[in-house]
């Protein structure tokens, strides 16, 4: 498992505990992201991976641990000390996040406008810039309704990284949809960390996708890393719970029949 | 980032250095759009940056098209890896004339 030691890391995440009301979701996490790294956390629905992801983004408070982005640690809720990392950080949303009532160039301009003092001219070339890049090029006008779930999500992808962050986080790239248009959008993350060298992390459960982009895995279950290493390492793992996931077995949960009764029977959780 | 700026006959050679960023490609932007205003062809010599953001590329977009409109010639000079993997990643590779010495570039402006 890899420790939060690396002076090369721009994500270090130590014991981070994590919960809703009296339900543990993250149980102790600890992992570290390097500079330039693509990194994919996967696991199942209840793995944790989503909180994990709102934690990283300051959309959900920790119970105990720490986070370091970039090198600041970090604080939830964003206080004004951390706007230069927030600035730094972009982020595509499973469901896109345009806004509706803008058109897409408007929208993929709006950080632009938030951070920085750029001529208009500059701002609409940078736009266009950014919608070639995802095959976007000619939408600008349209609004987001206009637009296919595919085309959502690449609208949402140039926004994000419309301020050429150093730290990119992309939720489901892949969920809803088809194959062609997933690995286009797989084509496109690594083209981008290719050229810009942008550290991107990846929450998925689309196992293809994560084979394919990875530099290395974190799988997670019930709350807790199960592991982390490269795409073969994964592969080669024989822990049960990480074949299940390769090879999409269901899981067989121990099933202890007390614990099982006393659930049902409860009359609180 | 530095900037310096030099007249060859009719080129004017803008010469930057370090890294542009989205603070400093508004000095840019202005550099480029002055030798370009003054009537004189301009070659922006990039050898000495190291990176460069999507905002100093738009800077140099604006520059070339603006050029264009005024029949003047533009080129990149001395465009190292990192810069050129940008470019590369939006297609600009394609799109702007790029040389390696000011005598390359005026010997092809000929």
Redesign the interface.
């Known amino acids: 498992m890899t420790q939060a030691t690396s002076g090369n890391a721009v994500i270090e995440v130590e014991n981070l505990v994590v919960g809703y009301g009296d339900r543990t979701v993250l149980n102790g996490i600890t992992l570290s992201v390097d500079s330039g790294e693509i990194r994919v956390i996967m696991g199942g629905s209840g793995s944790g991976k989503t909180t994990l992801l709102r934690s990283l983004l300051g959309l959900k408070e920790i119970a105990s641990g720490s986070i370091h982005l970039l090198g600041k640690k970090f604080h939830y809720g964003y206080p004004k000390h951390m706007s230069e990392v927030r600035r730094q950080m972009g982020v595509a949303f499973q469901g896109g996040a345009l806004f509706g009532s803008m058109t897409v160039g408007e929208n993929i301009r709006l950080p632009l406008r938030e951070h ?4 208009e ?3 609409r ?2 736009t266009r ?2 919608l ?2 995802v095959n976007l090029a000619g939408f600008e006008d349209l609004m987001p309704s206009e637009l296919s779930g595919g085309m959502v999500k690449r609208a949402a992808l140039a926004r994000s990284i ?3 962050p150093k730290l990119l986080f992309f939720d489901e790239p892949s969920a809803g949809l088809d194959p062609v248009t997933s690995a286009e959008l797989d084509e496109l993350i690594l ?2 960390r ?3 060298r942008t550290t991107i992390v990846v929450v998925t459960h689309e196992l293809d996708s994560a084979l394919k982009i990875a530099d290395r895995i974190t799988v997670l279950g019930k709350g807790e890393v199960l592991m982390t290493g490269t795409v073969e390492e994964i592969r080669n793992s024989d822990d049960s719970r990480i074949q299940d996931m390769l090879h999409r077995r269901p899981r067989e949960e121990d099933q202890d029949p007390e614990d099982y009764l006393r659930r049902l029977t409860a009359k609180r959780h | 980032m530095e900037s310096q700026t030099h007249k060859e006959g009719s080129y004017t050679i803008l010469r930057l250095s370090g890294e542009i ?2 603070h400093v ?2 000095k840019v ?1 202005e550099a480029v759009l002055a030798g370009l205003d003054e009537g004189q062809n301009l070659l922006v010599d990039l050898s000495g940056v190291s990176y460069i ?3 100093g ?3 140099l ?2 520059g070339y098209q603006h050029a264009k409109g005024k029949s003047l010639s533009f080129a990149l000079l001395g465009v190292r890896d990192g810069v050129m ?2 470019l ?5 590779d394609k799109v702007f004339p790029m040389f390696d010495s000011v005598e390359a570039a005026t010997a092809a402006n000929k």
């Open positions: 920085t003092r750029l001529d001219n500059t701002m070339i940078m810039i950014k070639e890049l419309i301020l050429d083209r981008v290719g050229a810009t | 960023d989205f490609s508004p932007r953001d999507s905002s590329i738009a800077s977009v604006e993997s940008v590369k990643l939006t297609r600009l």
